[in-house]
């Protein structure tokens, strides 16, 4: 009973957290909001790294003298939680600084009206009016009109205009 | 090193040199004279012709473990002389004066050759193609050095150009699932392995790969839901490309098909495939097929203002005989689609070089704003008029032959109905060819006509070559059906039995030699009878008319030629041609639909939901 | 829309996401390589804390993997921020709050204590829980607190430069050492020493030293640069500039 | 000495010390760059011709379940000479601001080829997110506020991906309790269950935000028309393959069944769909090559996706045309940039960048002799021969996805080779390079075009190679370099290599 119990708080807790932070990332519209959902979704998957190596009445598995026969947790989770807690970090204050910049540069942290800037901005770059409006796009249909072809006639076949 | 080796060495040295050098002024003439000596070359192994045996290439390739062969038989250089004698035509036409006026119009003659000496090339290298890789791989060549000539007029050919090449992509790739399903089956590319494997093929197997492979194949022959891309792209190509195109470019898809399709899987097989619902065998489907491919394309050109798409258009149509003579399976209509592709070929060269004579002068095709030229342009006329009764299956010329032939067979198979709508189309071929006549050469000459003369004898000379090897394969069928014959057996076909002056079996003969020997005598008979009882005729200028009492001066337009036929065809309409354009934007319209679905999906601001989406679906695979 | 779906959608990975655990028993997980280190990790790398010995030993490449993350993340960062300070390093105020006596003489009399717990902390990561990134951390906050009591102060940015590179330089240096002894890459040296004692487990202390060094100093740079931001309300000039740039460089 | 680590340690630390070289001599700081690519090219070059059979390296000299250990084949080892030739080709030699965005490049670099080589799960992971955080930067360093908005979407995007990804991770060690993927391909059985597949979705979605696959892809288009033509082409042509290259390993030693497989064809016919139809419908040249990039990479998914030796060497060439094709025409965009519309008279202005589009357009269709079209025809004889419902179907999606390309492409082509106004084309700013570099990249494809023969032997060889899992197995666990060897009791299972 306990056991369940525990399994139940701890995978759905590691669980819960990822869902939490993917919903969060999803549903939020405040993209500082979405930087710390996806830092929950970090935790949720450091927490079930952690807990693959968990065993019940085990110690933390530093050697003291007193541990020599003691049964130990396994050290390669904890290794990789804390090298993944670390890049968590790297990829947390590389997203605090875009949201600087983005604020700065769009004056709104909302993620729709972003994009709909980021999109104008791409747009008028490339001298697009705009990616859904019906102008020619790459693959347009090549139907010549009938009307042209006499005008061309001269011209391909060699002849004074 | 090979005669063959040496024939495909000097047509890619033609290519190269033309290429390298086509900003040089003699190019042209270099060309030429190097698509002679390529046709020499081929004359060297014209054994091939004459029943030899078949050729191998010395070069062999293995790439990624598929060997790849080049061969050469009697169908190959049957097709190759057809190939090599068009590109001489047209470029010994292009090289002369016509380079000039061209280049003086921005044009880049030298291109142009070198476009042509391309496609001979790479037409060699599919005919050569001695395995399905090695096809495919010239199949594919073929048809992006056409796209090289048909767009280099720029303007709207590119736009003729790329609806081709959209067409023609679908058709290759139509053409490689065929293949791949065969490597799937055979396990090889070889020919040799399909031959000795179609036996073993299902129905399912044998339907499937024959339609991917004639819808691919189709593509190229302007088959009919595949045509629509044709007229325009050969029309809008300048002169002398238009007639190399016009005269062989689409019958290597015929070419293609004939090795896959009747040769090695076998088209005996399609008379066993019955088509669920109807009374059809999935041959009688392919030649009725034919049959609207004569029919539609031919009245189509019917209604073209354009000489060039008139005779474009009917390029296609002619592809119909050519099919439905090959699908009749027997010694006299497999004779007579062969001997089609060649005397349709020389038709096509001689007319389209006629009229690029006329626009050479007049600097227009439009057959409204054309007409009494007969006195000015007589040789130019003379050719067109020899074309023209070739085209239209008129003895004496070449082009009655080969549809007596079909025809023949038709009756002998005893397919009425198709019979009947061979002769439709045979029908509005006369009445299209006599607009062209009549609207270009007959009639009123117009006021900025008056002055302009005959072409150049550059021009002339290879265009009344093509006339006369028109009138002599009339005369002598033979000549020509002795490389069918050798073509039908490298098939697989039994030859056909022939004599010089035509066919001699059990269920009917033709000679055109006695024929044209009555006709001659018939026209003398006629001229002694005008010119010896009391010629009364008295020469007038052109513009020495008069009508109701009143002069006519050049500026009253009497010349009934705008909208000629307009009666005729308010009775038949258009709404055929309506059918395949609004099937081919309906295609597009689809792609054009979900194409803006997926880019409101990537335009979405929420691409996290997608991700969400795609785990809890991919993870419901694998669980659920 | 969007959010409803996002629900039905999230709920039913979480529900197959516990389906799959649910056949997981917690505890006991099948520790193949975990077992196995526990048991010879003491014997061939000779530090007591055995996770130390999987973070610099057998999985020393991953460190090196991971201080380069957060370097990458420093020097990114300070990429994208950089034209920011260099536009508005004209303008911008140079005024230094001070904000109150208490903060600033208790962020003074923090600093040295914290340097030592981090240097501790660092020092002992083969013997005790802790080590280079804990410590590192602790080391970054003693040079933050300045920067909290007294924002607007500057930060030496080049001495930190020096200091993270030369430190994440040396953790290479030292695996490359290990190269030309005729080891493997990252393969401790030095011999194990007295299990327990600070000098022990060969290279360990060495890499840990650097690792704490290149995080504090990674970290330092990475908040001071947050910092030097200051108020994040676009000035008109600035948004006029960037949105030029954006034309020009757009186009 | 194994020297392979050279190509991960050596970039790493001259980005490092590049901050303080650049302090002290600015000249100096220019040269480490290139002179640090060159070092890990002789090194994989040197490795590359010594190498006869697979071998594994052990790094810290830990026996290899329990120590990290790089994988050195045929496959690796070639990605690992690609990612510095494919670098020094596209480094930024003229205009360097600052050594921040060097030091980026050379991250990159060293994390591309600990990805390429690595055979750890974990390590897999990390160098992964070096890959990601390193591109983070160098996607933003343009410093426009587009480029800024679509990196934080682009890291949004990869850091849920990566949440994923390690949570897949963390699935695979719960249930076998190793990160090594040799070791992991020992316990394939027990991975062989809806907790073992999901993992491997998980890892395909997460590493596939990299990897371009629908529908993760989102920020493709955003991000490939707000950075750098170099950048774009580094993104599309370079990192997007690597992380295909985890995916593949990860199939080959643990996933073999068909599920797995499946996921990756379905995944892949959509990608082929929705790239090749967005990239039809696109008005500019950049998304209409990001959007082709994304169909692309379809095509070598659906490509890996084909079980056997068959798929291998068809994923293989479909990858490596694909690494030389795209990068080249993402430079093109440097030439000229913008609405399709505005092509008009290009070819006129700069007839050799049209004729090199031509090219770069031609092998992508798939037009023989072409190398594109060897790798087509790979990849439909392999489809053909999987030959069940859903392959054919991939066989037909694919087929049709190419005429759209031809036509999306030619279109194109021809708009450049129209007559157009004199200054509707914009030439951009370039550097001097920017032809050179393009060149680089035709005269690849054309050697290639020439040798295909020797070079299809190569590419038979290096996927029989890389699609055997019991030699993966064997190599990894007789790495070199284990000094102490005693016997590990615990890992009961290895004896037998299935």
């Not at chain 3, 508005?88 to 204590?113: E, N, Q, W």
């Not at chain 4, 000299?61 to 496959?75: A, E, K, S, V």
Request: proline letters at 4%.
């Amino acid at each position: 009973m306990t056991t369940d119990l525990i399994h139940w708080l701890l995978y759905g807790g590691a669980m819960g957290l990822i869902v939490i932070g993917i919903v969060g990332v999803v549903t939020l519209n405040n993209i500082f909001r979405i930087v710390l959902a996806l830092a929950i979704a970090e935790a949720g998957a450091n927490l079930l790294l952690v807990i693959a190596g968990y065993r019940f009445d085990a110690i933390a598995p530093i050697l003291t003298g007193s541990s020599a026969n003691q049964l130990m947790v396994d050290p390669v989770p904890q290794a990789m939680v804390l090298t993944s807690i670390v890049i968590g970090v790297g990829i947390q204050a590389l997203a605090l600084a875009l949201v600087v910049k983005v604020y700065q540069n769009y004056k709104t942290l909302d993620i729709g009206e972003i994009h709909q800037q980021l999109s104008t901005d791409i747009d008028n770059s490339s001298g697009v009016i705009s990616l859904l409006s019906s102008e020619q796009p790459a693959g347009e249909r090549p139907l010549p009109e009938p009307s042209a072809q006499h005008e061309t006639a001269q011209l391909n076949q060699g002849g004074d205009k | 090193m090979n005669q063959l080796d040496t024939l495909l060495l000097i047509s890619l040295i033609t290519a190269l040199i033309s290429g390298l050098g086509r900003r040089h002024q003699l190019i042209g003439w270099a060309t030429a004279i190097l698509l002679t000596v390529q046709f020499l070359a081929l004359l060297s192994i014209s054994s091939l012709g004459y029943g030899g045996t078949v050729i191998e290439s010395a070069v062999n390739l293995t790439i990624l473990g598929q060997p790849l062969s080049w061969r050469f038989d009697g169908l190959s250089w049957f097709f190759a002389l057809i190939t090599i004698g068009a590109a001489m035509a047209s470029s010994f036409f292009a090289a002369g004066i016509w380079a000039k006026k061209y280049k003086k119009h921005g044009g880049n003659p030298g291109l142009l050759q070198f476009a042509m000496s391309l496609n001979v090339f790479t037409m060699l290298v599919l005919l050569a193609s001695g395995d399905l890789l090695s096809l495919f791989i010239g199949w594919e060549l073929v048809s992006w050095a056409s796209l090289l000539l048909m767009v280099l007029a720029g303007g709207i050919a590119t736009q003729w150009g790329l609806r081709y090449i959209v067409y023609a992509t679908a058709g290759a790739m139509s053409i490689l699932a065929g293949i791949g399903i065969i490597y799937h089956l055979t396990g090889s590319f070889a020919y040799a392995d399909l031959a000795a494997a179609a036996s073993t093929f299902s129905t399912t197997h044998v339907v499937v790969l024959s339609l991917l492979f004639i819808a691919g194949f189709g593509v190229k022959m302007g088959l009919l839901p595949f045509h629509l891309w044709q007229a325009g792209a050969y029309a809008e190509t300048p002169g002398p490309g238009s007639a190399f195109l016009g005269a062989i470019s689409s019958r290597m898809g015929l070419y293609a098909m004939l090795i896959v399709v009747f040769q090695l899987i076998g088209l005996g097989k399609m008379i066993a495939v019955e088509i669920p619902f109807t009374f059809l065998s999935l041959r009688d489907l392919l030649m009725w097929v034919a049959a609207f491919t004569i029919i539609f394309p031919t009245y189509t050109a019917l209604r073209q203002n354009d000489a060039r798409y008139l005779l474009a258009w009917h390029g296609i149509g002619q592809g119909g005989y050519m099919m439905m003579g090959l699908l009749l399976l027997d010694p006299v209509g497999s004779a007579g689609g062969l001997l089609h592709v060649f005397n349709y070929a020389t038709n096509q060269a001689a007319l389209f070089l006629a009229i690029t004579a006329v626009v050479y002068r007049t600097h227009t095709a439009d057959l409204n704003r054309l007409g009494g030229l007969v006195n000015r342009m007589p040789l130019t006329f003379l050719v067109l008029l020899v074309g023209i009764i070739g085209l239209a299956g008129i003895p004496p010329m070449n082009g009655f032959v080969s549809k007596w032939l079909i025809y023949r067979s038709l009756i002998i198979e005893g397919m009425p109905l198709l019979f009947v709508a061979t002769v439709i189309g045979t029908l509005g071929t006369i009445l299209s060819v006599y607009k062209l006549i009549h609207n270009t050469f007959l009639g009123q000459l117009r006021l900025e006509h008056e002055h302009i003369r005959e072409v150049p004898w550059s021009m002339l000379a290879p265009m009344l070559v093509v006339a006369t090897i028109i009138f002599i394969t009339g005369f002598m069928p033979g000549l020509v059906l002795d490389w069918v014959a050798s073509a039908q057996a490298a098939l697989g076909f039994t030859p056909l039995a022939y004599t010089l002056g035509g066919v001699e079996t059990a269920r009917g003969s033709l000679d055109m030699i006695w024929l044209c020997g009555v006709l001659f005598g018939g026209f003398g008979v006629g001229a002694l009878l005008f010119y010896g009882g009391g010629n009364k005729a008295k020469r007038v200028h052109q513009l020495d008319n008069y009508a109701g009492g009143h002069f006519l001066t050049a500026d009253t337009r009497y010349h009934y030629s705008n909208n000629f036929y307009a009666g005729l065809m308010h009775h038949i309409g258009g709404w055929y041609r309506g059918t395949f354009k609004w099937l081919e934007s309906s295609l597009i319209s689809i792609v054009s639909l979900l194409s803006g679905l997926t880019q409101i999906l990537f335009h979405s601001y929420h691409p996290a939901l997608f991700l969400l989406i795609t785990a809890t679906l991919s993870l419901y695979f694998f669980i659920g | 829309m969007r959010n409803v779906s996002a629900l039905v959608f999230a709920s039913g990975l979480a529900f197959l996401l516990l389906v799959i655990t649910w056949q997981f028993v917690v505890g006991g997980a099948p520790m193949l390589i975990g077992e196995a280190i526990l048991q010879q990790g003491a014997d061939k790398i000779g530090s007591a804390n055995l996770v130390t010995s999987v973070v610099l030993g057998y999985r020393g490449i991953d460190t090196l993997g991971e201080i380069a993350i957060l370097f990458t993340a420093s020097t990114a960062t300070s990429l994208v921020l950089s034209s920011l300070s260099a536009k508005t390093s004209s303008s911008k105020k140079v005024v230094i709050r001070d904000d109150g006596t208490i903060l600033a003489s208790s962020a003074s009399l923090f600093f040295p204590l914290l340097i030592t717990l981090g240097m501790y902390i660092i020092l002992h990561g083969h013997l005790t829980p802790g080590g280079g990134f804990q410590g590192g951390v602790i080391l970054a906050a003693a040079f933050f607190l300045p920067l909290l009591a007294v924002p607007g102060r500057g930060v030496n940015h080049s001495g930190l430069a020096l200091v993270e590179g030369f430190a994440g330089a040396s953790f290479i240096i030292i695996g490359i050492i290990a190269l030309f002894q005729g080891n493997a890459f990252l393969q401790p040296f030095f011999g194990h020493g007295e299990m327990g004692s600070l000098v022990s487990a060969g290279t360990l202390p060495l890499l840990y030293t650097a690792v704490g060094l290149k995080v504090g100093a990674e970290l330092s740079g990475l908040l001071a640069n947050l910092a030097e931001i200051g108020e994040i309300v676009p000035e008109s000039t600035d948004l006029q500039a960037s949105s030029m740039q954006t034309e020009s460089n757009g186009s | 000495m194994n020297n392979i680590a050279f190509t991960v340690a050596l970039p790493l630390l001259a980005a490092f010390l590049l901050p303080i070289i650049s302090n002290s001599s600015k000249s100096a700081a220019r040269f480490i760059g290139p002179f640090v690519l060159l070092a890990m090219l002789g090194f994989s070059l040197a490795y590359f011709n010594m190498l006869e059979h697979p071998v594994a390296i052990a790094l810290g000299g830990f026996r290899p379940p329990l120590g990290i250990t790089f994988h050195l084949d045929n496959l690796s080892l070639l990605m690992a000479s690609i990612i510095p030739l494919i670098m020094l080709v596209l480094w930024p030699y003229a205009n360097i601001e600052g050594y921040r965005e060097e030091s980026l490049l050379l991250l990159l670099a060293g994390s591309a080829s600990g990805l390429a080589l690595s055979g750890d799960l974990f390590n897999i992971y990390v160098f992964y997110e070096l890959l990601s955080v390193a591109s983070f930067g160098l996607a933003a360093a343009n410093r426009t506020g587009a480029a800024f908005a679509a990196t934080f979407r682009y890291l949004v995007m990869s850091g849920l991906g990566t949440v994923l990804a390690l949570t897949g991770i963390g699935l695979i060690y719960t249930q076998t309790g190793t990160l090594n993927l040799a070791h992991i391909g020992l316990l394939a059985s027990q991975l062989n269950n809806p907790a073992g597949l999901s993992a491997f979705a998980l890892i395909v979605i997460g590493i596939g935000v990299k990897a371009e696959i629908f529908p993760v892809n989102g920020w493709v288009p955003e991000v490939y028309s707000t950075a750098s033509p170099r950048i774009s082409a580094l993104l599309a042509g370079l990192i997007s393959k690597l992380a295909v290259l985890v995916i593949v390993r990860l199939l080959v030693v643990a996933y073999q069944g068909p599920e797995a497989l499946t996921l990756l064809l379905v995944l892949g016919m959509l990608g082929i769909i929705w790239g090749e139809l967005s990239a039809w419908r696109s008005k500019d040249l950049k998304r209409m090559l990001s959007f082709s990039s994304i169909g692309q990479l379809g095509m070598v998914l659906v490509a890996f996706s084909i079980p056997g030796e068959a798929g291998m060497v068809a994923g293989i060439a479909m990858m490596l045309h694909h690494l030389v094709v795209k990068p080249g025409l993402f430079m093109l965009t440097e030439h000229w940039n913008g609405s399709l519309n505005k092509l008009a008279g290009a070819a006129k202005s700069s007839p050799l960048a049209a004729v090199l589009f031509m090219l770069f357009a031609l092998s992508l269709i798939g037009v023989p002799p072409f190398p594109g079209f060897w790798a087509k025809l790979l990849l439909v004889t392999g489809l053909v021969e999987a030959n069940t419902p859903l392959y054919l179907t991939a066989l037909a999606v694919l087929l049709s996805a190419t005429v759209i390309e031809a036509h999306y492409l030619m279109h194109t082509a021809i708009r450049m080779y129209s007559k157009g106004k004199k200054k509707q084309v914009k030439k951009l700013h370039q550097t001097p390079f920017t032809l050179t570099i393009i060149s680089v990249f035709a005269v690849v494809l054309i050697t290639a075009l020439i040798t295909m023969a020797p070079l299809g032997n190569k590419l038979q060889h290096i996927a029989a190679e890389s699609s055997d899992r019991a030699l993966y197995i064997n190599t990894t666990f007789a790495a070199r370099h284990t000094p102490v060897r005693k016997q590990i009791s615990l890992i009961k299972q290895q004896s037998k290599v299935q």
